[in-house]
């Protein structure tokens, strides 16, 4: 057990540090159940260093089990085009756009190709990009994951065309005000415990609307305010729960803060951790406790 452990310890630094070549170099040597594993890592760093055709050759000639290899090529050709995407390499994106699973990961592509094409100065091939995308989309879809499709076009319009972005915007907010009420009243069917105590919804659900606001959603809104932070601000107010308007208010205040080349997973902070945001008395929105 402690050799294995001393393999796999071996194997997680070298990953993190090591460059392709020296992982291709020590899954030669590595043990037979632990090749493989060195190969994928490898193949994925062949993608971030720009040799995607490469990564490809690497899981196609040294995984020799055929649903494995072929699960493996899958997830590499989605991290292809996710970092194609988001270097702004158009040929390349649309080489592998194709090769997307859901018509959701066709939409983020497009649009994170925009947002990467307009920060480099080409806003008309951007706007084009973002069109398709929307075109894709669904204007009410049925899943959380379009609706975090929608928010990354309008993340790409506020570079381009702020207009269309608020539109797209507050169409999301009038949708997730119905998911809300619904989301309160299916919790208490199905837990048989109160989501809402004297008209006030309680701490934990509180919480886990801030984490799902702020993780999923914390580099989009940070985009739109800065565009245009009033117009940002006044779709908070359109949120019909107090609770819920002021976790948007203190969204947009934290958003205004994150600096434009900040990753989604890092902008994303506690609401404890958020400062302090001035609002009216008669909509604090307290949350009760349970």
């Not at 069109?131 to 959380?144: C, I, M, N, T, V």
């Amino acid at each position: 057990e402690m050799v294995e452990y001393q393999s796999w310890r071996e194997f997680n630094e070298l990953t993190q540090t090591g460059t392709a070549d020296e992982i291709l170099a020590a899954a030669e040597k590595a043990t037979p159940h632990m090749r493989e594993s060195y190969y994928r890592q490898a193949a994925f760093k062949l993608v971030n260093e720009g040799n995607p055709d490469r990564a490809r050759q690497v899981i196609s000639e040294h995984v020799t089990d055929p649903q494995q290899r072929q699960q493996m090529l899958s997830e590499l050709d989605k991290q292809i085009l996710v970092t194609a995407s988001e270097k702004g390499k158009l040929e390349e994106t649309r080489k592998f756009l194709s090769s997307a699973r859901t018509n959701e990961e066709r939409i983020m592509a497009l649009a994170q190709l925009a947002i990467s094409l307009a920060e480099k100065g080409d806003k008309k091939t951007a706007l084009l990009l973002l069109e398709e995308a929307r075109g894709l989309s669904s204007p009410r879809g049925k899943y959380s994951r379009q609706l975090l499709a929608r928010m990354q076009i309008a993340r790409g319009y506020a570079q381009v065309d702020p207009a269309q972005s608020f539109m797209i915007l507050e169409s999301a907010i009038d949708q997730l005000n119905d998911l809300v009420a619904a989301g309160i009243l299916l919790g208490e069917f199905f837990a048989e415990e109160e989501a809402v105590k004297d008209d006030e919804l309680v701490i934990q659900m509180f919480i886990q609307m801030v984490d799902m606001f702020q993780v999923q959603y914390g580099a989009d809104v940070s985009a739109l305010t800065r565009a245009d932070f009033a117009r940002t601000r006044n779709a908070a107010e359109r949120f019909q729960r107090p609770e819920v308007r002021l976790l948007a208010r203190l969204l947009v205040a934290q958003s205004a803060l994150i600096k434009p080349d900040e990753k989604k997973d890092a902008s994303a902070t506690k609401a404890t951790g958020a400062p302090p945001v001035a609002t009216q008395a008669s909509d604090t929105g307290n949350v009760a406790q349970p």
